[in-house]
């Protein structure tokens, strides 16, 4: 299945995945979640929303343990973040089959789409769409950056438009969701472990030589997005007086700096991943210049402190620099605290697993204020993600899958 999967959008210059929702690369990841279902001779279907689902068992039976993950990518991703939790899933209801287990309840295994939000900006687009944290209307306007709106995309790859928005009786079906990940961190490659002790494990991308192969998540920090506009005026960069411009760039370059340090300050993640400039010369100071802004902290009222520091820091520096600064909140998602019964049940099954926070959001943090949640890791030596260097043992992954199957049985075999 790895195999398979893993040729699909690879760029071959950076080695990094680009499977952004609705592209030719998605439609082949879905096409490969659809064999993976027929191979197995699992009920499958696509739902309205664009997630892909495949069934062990009566879907309408209800109460139905499901796991998966998704199989987008950031722009340049790597190969595990999202398909290793749909890999994990295939390969832990083989285990189970392998086991003789017999399911008393319904199991499926998901692929929730658009779940990086590489493409149109707002991330978990499927499973926000799918519990009605997302307006119909508003997702279809989503724009890309050429301008090709979510609905026409849609369109283009066979799909309608106009029938995404709440699914209240698939989540009525639903008993628990549990979402296997990579972990977005080292916080299991140094459980035991003290930070500094030479004993830890290396950035070098080897094995860790401590830690353990398999976590259980607490919650997920609350995050956002938000754009920041930096209105300048466009100039000649060779015969325009430092004095007489009105640059956005050294406005942009300030806030950049002013939000690292806030959240120094206050504990939090910031983070300025994205930028656009127009026009765009290298002989010209520019007009406009946009910065998406990424942050997350422990709690909201650290959130709302770090990114109000960075909205303040960024006007006063448009106004010394003659700058316009407007800001738009593009997304945002409140802390999650994991059904604690459920996270206490996994640990448990996993003989005592950790249990740890994680700043990353996912699509079981969207759906757990619908159905009973919760997330498993699976060890990461580098911390790495987001990136092609982004990667785990194989042994681990496959402990992943045994822990996974040993869940499954655990909740609907018993």
């Known amino acids: 299945m790895w195999r398979d999967l893993a040729r699909i959008g690879r760029h071959p210059g950076t080695g990094g995945y680009r499977r952004y929702a609705w592209t030719a690369a998605d439609a082949d990841c879905r096409a490969w979640f659809a064999e993976q279902a027929r191979h197995r001779g699992l009920g499958y279907e696509a739902d309205r929303n664009g ?41 832990a209801l083989d285990e189970l089959r392998a086991r003789g287990a017999r399911p008393r309840r319904p199991l499926a295994v998901v692929n929730f789409g658009d779940e990086e939000g590489a493409r149109f900006g707002l991330s ?23 301008g090709v709106t979510l609905a026409r995309a ?19 079906r639903i008993g628990a969701f549990v979402e296997l990940h990579i972990e977005q961190g080292r916080n299991l ?11 830890g494990p290396g950035r070098s991308g080897g094995r860790a030589a401590a830690g353990t192969p398999v976590g259980v998540a607490s919650a997920i920090w609350p995050h956002g997005r ?8 466009a100039n000649h ?43 765009g010369g290298v002989n010209a100071i520019a007009s406009l210049v946009r910065g998406w802004l990424d942050s997350r902290a422990p709690d909201e009222p650290a959130l709302a402190t770090v ?11 448009g106004e010394r620099d003659g700058v316009g600064v407007r800001v738009t909140r593009e997304s945002f998602t409140p802390v999650v605290e994991f059904e604690h019964a459920l996270r206490d049940d996994l640990a448990k099954m996993l003989g005592g697993a ?17 159905v009973p949640a919760a997330m498993m890791f699976v060890r990461n030596p580098t911390g790495v993600s987001h990136s092609p260097a982004e990667q785990a043992a194989e042994d681990d992954c496959l402990a992943g899958v045994t822990a996974l199957a040993d869940v499954l049985e655990g909740m609907a075999c018993h």
């Open 354 to 370: 950790p249990v740890l926070p994680t700043g990353a959001g996912h699509d079981a943090g969207i759906l757990s204020g619908a």
């Open 307 to 317: 990114v109000s520091a960075v909205e303040r820091a960024a006007a006063e520096s």
């Open 237 to 279: 960069a060779g015969t325009t007086a430092l004095a007489d411009r009105r640059d956005p760039m050294l406005t942009y370059a300030s806030t950049v700096l002013a939000a690292r340090e806030q959240a120094r300050l206050t504990g939090a993640l910031a983070t300025f991943g994205k930028v656009t400039v127009e026009p």
């Open 189 to 199: 490659a140094l459980h035991g472990t003290p930070r500094g002790s030479g004993s």
């Open 124 to 146: 978990c687009v499927g499973s926000r769409l799918t519990a009605g944290q997302l307006a119909p209307d508003a997702a279809r306007g989503l724009r890309d950056a050429d």
């Open 226 to 233: 938000w754009r920041f506009d930096f209105h300048g005026e």
């Open 154 to 172: 849609m369109e283009r790859a066979g799909h309608d438009p106009e029938a995404i928005g709440p699914d209240p009786e698939r989540l009525a």
């Open 51 to 91: 997630n892909q689902w495949a069934w062990l068992g009566d879907p309408a039976a209800g109460d139905a343990v499901v796991t998966g993950s998704h199989l987008d990518s950031v722009p340049d991703g790597g190969a595990f973040d999202g398909p290793l939790g749909v890999v994990s899933a295939f390969a």
